[in-house]
T-cell receptor, first 115, second 113 residues
Framework: AQTVTQSQPEMSVQEAETVTLSCTYD???????LFWYKQPPSRQMILVIR??????QNATENRFSVNFQKAAKSFSLKISDSQLGDTAMYFC????????????FGTGTRLTIIP | DAGVIQSPRHEVTEMGQEVTLRCKPI?????LFWYRQTMMRGLELLIY????????DSGMPEDRFSAKMPNASFSTLKIQPSEPRDSAVYFC???????????FGPGTRLLVL
């Protein structure tokens, strides 16, 4: 079974700084997707970024980028120039490309941006 | 394009009452997922459908929970009878292919007194 581990339950950073959230996962599969979802206080689950395992290039979306290390099974999220609106829970998630369609979530990291 | 729509957004009920949560997936998405989120257990997949057919309901906690998808644009999650431990946020999500990005609705916050 796949597992996703987020070892940082809480983090805080000053506005405009850069912060990195960690995620590791365990799988025996070679083809899969990895995601970071953001859950602000409104509770909405919002996709931040997605990475296909077969792509060597790290995904980026504006201020958000990932460091995908397939051999190490590591998938960290970097937020540059952090903003107050980035305050949220961040969940790392995994799904196999083949097989069942179940997303496996980590336990989340609560990120607070300090003004 | 409208995203995933869920109703109600908030529900407060008393123990023993029937609760029905509703979801409208994004048009053209063949897969629909129901999740429950609690502080203790995090995000749990309850059940998912492909083309209106339930594929995996192994996450449904008890017989008190049931889900249906009578057509491609509507699904319900029913709890009967409800219990205080069912209090949680229930999310519906959809995607076009099964594997890949799931798009979540705003959730229904359920409180069972």
């Amino acid at each position: 079974a796949q597992t996703v581990t987020q070892s940082q339950p809480e983090m805080s950073v000053q506005e405009a700084e850069t912060v990195t959230l960690s995620c590791t996962y365990d799988t025996s599969e070679n083809n899969y997707y990895l995601f970071w979802y953001k859950q602000p206080p409104s509770r909405q689950m919002i996709l931040v970024i997605r990475q296909e395992a077969y792509k060597q290039q790290n995904a980026t979306e504006n201020r958000f980028s990932v460091n995908f290390q397939k051999a190490a099974k590591s998938f960290s999220l970097k937020i540059s120039d952090s903003q107050l609106g980035d305050t949220a829970m961040y969940f790392c998630a995994f799904i196999n490309y083949f097989g069942n369609e179940k997303l496996t979530f980590g336990t989340g990291t609560r990120l607070t941006i300090i003004p | 394009d409208a995203g995933v729509i869920q109703s109600p957004r908030h529900e407060v009920t008393e123990m023993g009452q029937e609760v029905t949560l509703r979801c409208k997936p994004i048009s053209g998405h063949d897969y629909l997922f129901w999740y429950r989120q609690t502080m203790m257990r995090g995000l749990e997949l309850l059940i998912y459908f492909n083309n209106n057919v339930p594929i995996d309901d192994s996450g449904m906690p008890e017989d008190r929970f049931s889900a249906k998808m009578p057509n491609a644009s509507f699904s319900t999650l029913k709890i009967q009878p409800s219990e205080p431990r069912d209090s949680a946020v229930y999310f519906c999500a959809s995607n076009p292919q099964g594997v890949g990005t799931q798009y979540f609705g705003p959730g229904t916050r359920l409180l069972v007194l």
